[in-house]
């Protein structure tokens, strides 16, 4: 029954590219799809904080339309078709778990990623690598990108040596940041806060978390929170453009301690 739907969807995919297809499928490319790639992925992650199953199961199926019409456009050219992308992934994966699936013995995670890179390092595409910082995305979010490359070098011994480091670390970057502001120089204003936010990141990935999702969160808050100053104007008939700062940091404070 499970391959009957598997098959279903590769038979549907094939015949929306076909002669007789959907006009916008077929006239799509690898390069085409990239912006919905990325907006699908975006839009799952939404899903998976919405904590809302159906939600996440149609948008997995969105995610994986567009996995499906890549390997169909790639299978057009006969370059691969889909079984070869799930015979990579399955090789791949035995080969990188041999702790799982061979006679590798592990005490912990940070083994297996370990285990992980080495095996990484002698496969085919790798040899090219001379950086440790080589094959780090450049489309990566900066964030999430700053983030792998601090513990790429962290790994080789690049790091801190406790947290107390990377806090007066970025309490310098602040320093340096309100120095550049009195040059009114645009560019090395900019350095400096960007190397404030590395610092900032850093920090994050000191205490194991992930600057892209602790970020994601404030947004989130500052969202809620904005709304709920919005409903609390409208319940008092007030326009939000009419209040002086004051007064809407006063609704703000508010809406702060009614969280707690």
């Not at 199926?61 to 079984?83: P, T, V």
């Not at 370990?114 to 440790?132: C, L, M, P, T």
């Not at 040596?161 to 090395?188: F, R, Y």
């Amino acid at each position: 029954m499970q391959k009957d739907l598997f098959e279903t969807l590769i038979e549907i995919i094939a015949t929306l590219r076909g002669e007789n297809g959907c006009p916008w499928d077929r006239e799509q490319t690898h390069t085409s799809l990239k912006s919905t790639l990325i907006e699908e992925t975006y839009e799952t992650v939404e899903a998976i904080d919405s904590g809302k199953p159906d939600k996440l199961k149609e948008e997995l199926g969105d995610l994986l339309l567009n996995i499906m019409l890549q390997a169909q456009i790639a299978a057009e050219s006969n370059n691969f078709d889909i079984y070869d992308v799930i015979d990579t992934l399955n090789e791949k994966l035995i080969r990188r778990h041999p702790h799982v699936f061979g006679d590798v013995n592990v005490e912990n995670a940070e083994d297996v990623v370990n285990n992980w890179e080495a095996i990484k390092s002698q496969e085919s595409g790798y040899e090219d690598r001379k950086s440790v910082l080589d094959g780090i995305p450049n489309a990566l979010p900066a964030l999430l990108r700053g983030q792998k490359i601090q513990k790429r070098v962290a790994r080789v011994g690049f790091d801190w040596d406790n947290i107390s480091d990377v806090i007066a670390k970025v309490d310098e970057e602040l320093i340096e940041v309100k120095e550049s502001l009195q040059t009114n120089d645009p560019d090395t204003i900019e350095m400096e806060i960007g190397d404030l936010l590395f610092s900032v990141v850093n920090l994050c990935r000191f205490v194991d978390l992930q600057a892209e999702e602790t970020l994601r969160k404030s947004n989130r808050k500052f969202i809620a929170r904005f709304k709920r100053m919005e409903n609390e104007l409208e319940k008092q008939g007030k326009s939000l453009t009419d209040q002086t700062l004051a007064e809407l940091d006063k609704i703000w404070e508010e809406v702060k301690k009614d969280e707690k």
